[in-house]
């Protein structure tokens, strides 16, 4: 690589690291809450989500409008909910402090897909799921799914956790006893399997640094 192009190279990664990035964090296919995706910014700089969609298995953008969302701050979550927004945020006792978007009618089943698409209709993340079509794999009904920072945006399942009640992402129970952190995402948790091997000393000492 000559230099001019190393350069290149490390600008072009550094700018991409400024943006605004949504990703697909966490999911529950069925609840006795609701169904629900949680979309967070995981980037440093605000996302406007005018115009934003999402689709389900079907991966037509523009299928359920994603505008109301609006203005995404960095380290902010959004929720897409089955339920009305009211249901979903006294259910999980949220206060109003979340941005909800209730009566999702392109619902998730146990197998099927999760599409976040631009206001240009770009595909922006995916998550294609199923504990039947990937055997193995997690199945969130009334526990939800989240995803460990090795894994945002690569639509590789053995990157996400069942969510249990005080885990990393500081999971609680709602109101009608569905398991989640719908709201809210802890960014920086290894995948689950190097947090095996680094043992639970390494984790508590993970958790105390932050
Ligand atoms: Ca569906
Ligand atoms: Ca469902
Ligand atoms: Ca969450």
Not at 6 to 30: C, H, K
Not at 61 to 74: A, E, I, R, T, Y
Request: glycine fraction near 12%; aromatic fraction near 8%.
């Amino acid at each position: 690589m000559t230099r001019a192009i190393a350069i290149a190279a490390v600008l072009a990664s550094a700018s991409s690291a400024q943006a605004g990035i949504m990703r697909i964090t966490e999911w529950m296919y069925s609840g006795s809450t609701s169904e629900y995706i949680e979309f967070c910014n995981i980037g440093v700089t605000p996302t406007d989500m005018t115009g934003w969609s999402y689709d389900d298995s079907t991966q037509t953008p523009g299928s359920v409008d994603l505008s109301l969302f609006g203005m995404v701050m960095p380290g902010e979550c959004v929720i897409l909910a089955e339920s009305t927004a009211g249901a979903f945020n006294s259910g999980w006792s949220l206060g109003g402090t979340v941005k909800i978007i209730g009566g999702n009618t392109e619902n998730l089943g146990r197998n099927d897909e999760i599409n976040l698409y631009n206001y240009r209709g770009d595909l922006i993340d995916r998550l294609t799921y199923g504990d039947q079509t990937f055997p193995g794999t997690i199945r969130t009904q009334n526990f939800s799914g989240w995803v460990s920072a090795d894994g945002f945006g690569e639509n590789d399942l053995s990157d996400w956790t069942l969510s249990s009640i005080g885990d990393l992402q500081g999971s609680v129970m709602s109101a009608q006893g569905d398991i989640g952190s719908p709201g809210r995402h802890v960014p920086n948790i290894p995948e689950p399997s190097s947090l095996a091997l680094l043992g639970l000393g390494a984790v508590a000492l993970f958790r105390r640094r932050r």
